[in-house]
């Protein structure tokens, strides 16, 4: 559909010129969940308070510094500071634990080279919670028997941050009529899906790119599927608003866009399964038409 595209610095920016020009948002402006940069703020902001008031105090003589209390302490004015902020509740947990689980594993004797290699391993696996705060998700069986009864026939669907294809090669098997394209940014999972693809049967149509989600035009697609986090969904919906022809859907996985009203919401795999919630573009449009 579109040629590979290159990723912008933060992943997160504007879409590149082409020919069809998008007033596509960037999403950190889009949406008001708090971006990590804000929470690495805080998390300073307590270790910087803390450090004023244990400097003079241990600092000026000759007591020895109790690291146990002081990351005790930081992690609290951290909890503290993310409870005045109006931090969600996972970042505040994140702020209590951070500093004095880091401490109490720095006493474990384990070699600083095992951190930097999981650091990386992490990294390329979940590149996209660090720059975007889209964690790794992979849909379930249930969610592609739904999504294989939903779509419509001979759809061209895109799955924007599609992990390791648990969704696009799955749905080739069981809909050869889809035109399917897997795209995903962070390079281990969008490694895994490239050998899912070699080693797999093959499919021909499917197609699985490394790239940004917010660099790929969607003005070719008839579906977007997207199983990503709260944060972004308005700016996504805004970008799928702005590429998908009037009539193209839009299918969110658990979590719904802000202030639009899905067409359609399925429950995939029984009452207690996941989401899918089906948004059309143009709706009123459309309908206004038929």
């Not at 909890?79 to 902020?85: D, S």
Request: aromatic share 10%; hydrophobic share 50%; net charge negative.
């Amino acid at each position: 559909m579109s040629a590979p595209s290159q990723l912008p610095p933060d992943d997160a920016g504007t879409p590149p010129d082409t020919n069809a020009v998008s007033d596509v948002p960037a999403p950190a402006d889009a949406t008001p969940y708090p971006s990590p940069r804000r929470q690495l703020a805080l998390q300073g902001g307590a270790i910087f308070l803390v450090l004023c008031i244990a400097v003079p105090t241990f600092g000026l003589g000759n007591t020895p510094w109790p690291w146990g209390g002081i990351a005790a302490a930081i992690g609290a004015t951290a909890l503290g500071l993310a409870f005045l902020t109006r931090q969600p509740w996972w970042w505040k947990l994140i702020h209590a634990l951070f500093f004095p689980l880091a401490w109490a594993v720095s006493g474990l004797g384990i070699d600083p080279g095992w951190f930097l290699l999981a650091a990386i391993v992490l990294l390329l696996i979940y590149r996209g919670a660090l720059t975007g705060q889209i964690p790794l998700f992979l849909s379930n069986r249930a969610t592609v028997a739904a999504l294989a009864e939903h779509l419509p026939p001979g759809a061209r669907v895109v799955d924007l941050g599609a992990g390791i294809g648990s969704v696009v090669f799955p749905l080739a098997a069981l809909r050869p009529d889809l035109h399917l394209r897997g795209v995903e940014n962070a390079p281990l999972a969008w490694f895994i899906g490239r050998v899912r693809q070699a080693l797999g049967p093959h499919r021909a149509n499917v197609a699985w790119q490394f790239g940004s989600l917010w660099d790929e035009r969607l003005e070719a697609v008839d579906v977007v599927y997207a199983f990503l986090s709260p944060a972004p969904m308005a700016a996504l919906w805004d970008k799928v608003q702005a590429e998908l022809p009037p009539g193209g859907r839009l299918v969110s996985n658990s979590f719904p866009v802000p202030d639009a009203t899905p067409e359609q919401e399925v429950v995939a795999g029984g009452d207690h399964g996941r989401h899918l919630f089906f948004y059309r573009v143009g709706a009123e449009r459309v309908e206004a038409e038929e």
